[in-house]
């Protein structure tokens, strides 16, 4: 017999937990296992009852969903959340998708549809209602066009054999520092990417250490974001500390934000705390300061 997809329901009005209350109680396959009128009961009870999805409302008093959406994740990061929102406006889609969730359902769509939407996430899909306004969601999601053609042109070009042999990327513990550092030089494949992504989480869990500096100066720009392409990838399979810091030295900064926001907040969403720099001492700098809090 197939377990039940087990559900922790947050959500501030009670009219709204009583409505899905009684729609998931027929659902066959479904099972509510908490209810949160917060954000902040929303953590602690998915810390405490480990739920496989959570339905997420996004305008709540203590904690918006957005915040409370990436602090479930940042600790729970197999957990699986479905924005379910009277607001349904480009920042709010926006918003959730970067903050990690994997669907998103206006309230006014029919019981039915919340049945479909929490079957398919888990199935590892993402659900984005036909309610939301056209346009904004795509398949894929509420990713701007830009980035997903930046995202679209960046696996192909670290893929393309053109590029295979034309960068280089070091990684090494710096005792001194107790910071591990990746240096990138030329076009960064993705395979070299995964390599040394792999290798940075397995120094930092031998070391003990929280601190990485990966500089991208030297790096063809597009190729710069391979290594955190993969870093969330391996966060929790490796186990790193939680309070890991990364400091990214990025060439062009000015013309490579929206880019490396995506893979930004990837790695936000699975705990890390990232920061973007022009220069190594400036990077290094915020590391040291950090590693002493």
């Known amino acids: 017999m197939q377990k039940a997809v087990r559900?922790?329901?947050?959500?501030?009005?009670?009219?709204?937990?009583?409505?899905?209350?009684?729609?998931?109680?027929?659902?066959?396959?479904?099972?509510?296992?908490g209810e949160a009128a917060g954000g902040l009961a929303g953590i602690?009870?998915?810390?405490?009852?480990?739920p496989?999805?959570?339905?997420?409302?996004?305008?709540?008093?203590?904690l918006n969903g957005i915040e409370t959406t990436r602090q479930i994740l940042a600790s729970s990061p197999r957990i699986r959340v479905l924005a379910f929102s009277a607001e349904d406006g480009r920042s709010t889609v926006e918003a959730m998708f970067a903050a990690g969730a994997a669907g998103f359902l206006p309230k006014n769509t029919d019981p039915e549809e919340w049945v479909r939407a929490i079957h398919a996430v888990m199935a590892g899909g993402a659900y984005w209602s036909?309610?939301?306004?056209?346009?904004?969601t795509p398949a894929r999601g509420a990713v701007?066009?830009?980035?997903?053609?930046?995202?679209?042109?960046?696996?192909e070009k670290i893929n393309s054999p053109r590029g295979s042999n034309s960068g280089?990327?070091?990684?090494?513990?710096?005792?001194?520092?107790?910071?591990?550092?990746?240096?990138?030089?030329?076009?960064?494949?993705?395979?070299?990417?995964?390599?040394?992504?792999?290798?940075?989480?397995?120094?930092l869990k031998d070391h003990q250490a929280?601190?990485?500096?990966?500089?991208?100066?030297?790096?063809?720009?597009?190729?710069?974001?391979?290594?955190?392409?993969?870093?969330?990838?391996?966060?929790?399979?490796?186990?790193a500390p939680r309070s890991t810091r990364i400091a990214v030295v990025l060439p062009d900064v000015p013309h490579r934000l929206e880019s490396f926001q995506f893979y930004?907040?990837?790695?936000?969403n699975t705990g890390y705390n990232v920061r973007l720099f022009e220069t190594r001492q400036a990077a290094e700098a915020w590391l040291q300061q950090n590693g002493q809090d």
């Not at 602690?44 to 480990?50: G, Q, R, Y």
């Not at 701007?144 to 696996?155: A, G, L």
């Open 264 to 268: 930004a907040l990837a790695c936000r």
């Open 130 to 136: 036909t309610a939301i306004p056209k346009g904004l």
């Open 210 to 239: 929280s601190l990485v500096l990966i500089d991208c100066h030297e790096a063809v720009s597009e190729m710069s974001y391979a290594v955190l392409y993969w870093l969330p990838r391996f966060y929790t399979q490796l186990g």
């Open 44 to 50: 602690k009870m998915a810390l405490e009852l480990a």
């Open 52 to 62: 496989d999805l959570v339905m997420m409302d996004v305008s709540m008093p203590d």
């Open 168 to 203: 280089s990327c070091t990684v090494e513990y710096l005792p001194e520092k107790k910071m591990v550092a990746a240096r990138m030089k030329g076009a960064i494949t993705d395979a070299d990417g995964k390599s040394q992504s792999e290798q940075v989480v397995r120094l």
């Open 144 to 155: 701007r066009p830009k980035r997903q053609r930046f995202v679209n042109d960046f696996m």
């Open 7 to 33: 559900v922790l329901l947050c959500d501030d009005h009670a009219m709204i937990r009583l409505r899905v209350r009684e729609a998931l109680a027929k659902a066959p396959g479904i099972e509510l296992v």
